[in-house]
Each structure stands twice: as C-alpha cells, then as structure tokens.
Nanobody, 120 residues
Framework: QVQLVESGGALVHPGGSLRLSCVASGTDFGRYVSGWYRQGPGKEREFVAF??????????NYADSVKGRFTISRDDAKSTVYLQMNNLKSDDTAVYYC???????????WGQGTQVTVSS
C-alpha cells in the first residue's frame, strides 16, 4: 500500500511563492508516475502538473493555467515530488493533492491534500 503525505500549503500574498512536497512511503517510488491536482472552492478537482518516472525520461506536463509559473520535480532518493509555485494568483487558491500510479498498473493513490490560500 502506498501512502502519500502532502505539506507546504499556506496563506500567501498574490505574487508570492510556495513549494509543496509530497512524500511517498511503502513503495519504490522511482517506479511511479506522479501528479498534482487541485480543488478550489465550489470547483471540481482539476489537473495541475504531471511528472513521469525517470526511467521513462522524467517528462513533465502542465495545465495551461500554471505553465511558466509552476514547476514539478521529483527526488526519488527521498521518495518526494515537489511543486514549486511562483507568481501565485487568487485563482490558485485550492486544496492541492498529489497522486501516484505505478506504470502498467491501474491503482492510483492520493494524498490527503494541503491548503493553499492566495489572498491580500
């Protein structure tokens, strides 16, 4: 069983930055692809960013709304995926969730989420 724990959420002013972390346990995380999603107030959960496993090139993908502002990265030695968020906007206010899925397997694991609030 894979457990994911997010951290790093906070209240930040518009234009500010945050780095979210998602630590995985219970598995060889290097075999997993991972992503970040978010759910804002009154909204459905939406895709934010994705990173492939390093064995598959570590390719990344982003939602158009965060391209150029957010960066996803991973440190498999620490079983951690990061989301660096810069130039934050009020629309970025949401609970941010990470997930992980082993390539070729159907199970998708989710963390409990971390709250990001962007407000002046």
């Amino acid at each position: 069983q894979v457990q994911l724990v997010e951290s790093g959420g906070a209240l930040v002013h518009p234009g500010g930055s945050l780095r979210l972390s998602c630590v995985a346990s219970g598995t060889d995380f290097g075999r997993y692809v991972s992503g970040w999603y978010r759910q804002g107030p009154g909204k459905e959960r939406e895709f934010v960013a994705f990173i492939n496993s390093k064995n598959s090139g570590g390719l990344t993908n982003y939602a158009d709304s965060v391209k150029g502002r957010f960066t996803i990265s991973r440190d498999d030695a620490k079983s951690t995926v990061y989301l660096q968020m810069n130039n934050l906007k009020s629309d970025d206010t949401a609970v941010y969730y990470c997930n992980a899925q082993r390539a070729g397997f159907s199970d998708v694991y989710w963390g409990q989420g971390t709250q990001v609030t962007v407000s002046s």
